[in-house]
C-alpha cells in the first residue's frame, strides 16, 4: 500500500516539475514537507516544546534544527506585531476570530496581537 502512494507521489512531483519548468520541484519528499511544518511552526509560535510535541520528537535536540532552520530562512527578524486592546467580551472575540492572539490583561482590558 505505501509502495503505490510513493509511486503515484513521484509521478505527480515530476509532472508538477515538468509543467512548471522548475526541475527543484522533483527533489521535495514527505520528509522536506515534514521540514517545512516544523520551521514554519517554530515561526509561527516561537515555542519549540509546541513544535517537539506536534511533531512527536521524544528529543529535543532533534527540534532544535527547526530553530536553525527558521532563522536562515527569516534573516530579517521580523517580530513586528499589531497591537489591539479589547474593552468588551464582544471586542475580543471579534479580534480572536480575525487571527490575533490573547496577550494578557492590563488595568481590566484584555491585550491581543498579531504577526505584521
Known amino acids: ?31 522536506s514537507l515534514r521540514h517545512l511544518k516544523g520551521t514554519m511552526e517554530y515561526h509561527r509560535t516561537k515555542d519549540i516544546l509546541h513544535v517537539m510535541k506536534t511533531l512527536g520528537h521524544r528529543n529535543i535536540n532533534n527540534t532544535l534544527v527547526y530553530i536553525d532552520l527558521e532563522n536562515a530562512i527569516f534573516k530579517m527578524g521580523n517580530d513586528e506585531f499589531t497591537i489591539r486592546v479589547a474593552k468588551t467580551p464582544k ?26
Open 1 to 31: 500500500m505505501l509502495k503505490i502512494h510513493r509511486t503515484n507521489f513521484r509521478a505527480q512531483r515530476k509532472r508538477v516539475a515538468q509543467k512548471t519548468g522548475n526541475p527543484r520541484i522533483s527533489k521535495i519528499t514527505f520528509q
Open 91 to 116: 471586542e475580543a472575540c471579534q479580534l480572536l476570530e480575525v487571527g490575533f492572539d490573547y496577550v494578557g490583561t492590563i488595568h481590566g482590558e484584555e491585550i491581543f496581537r498579531k504577526r505584521k
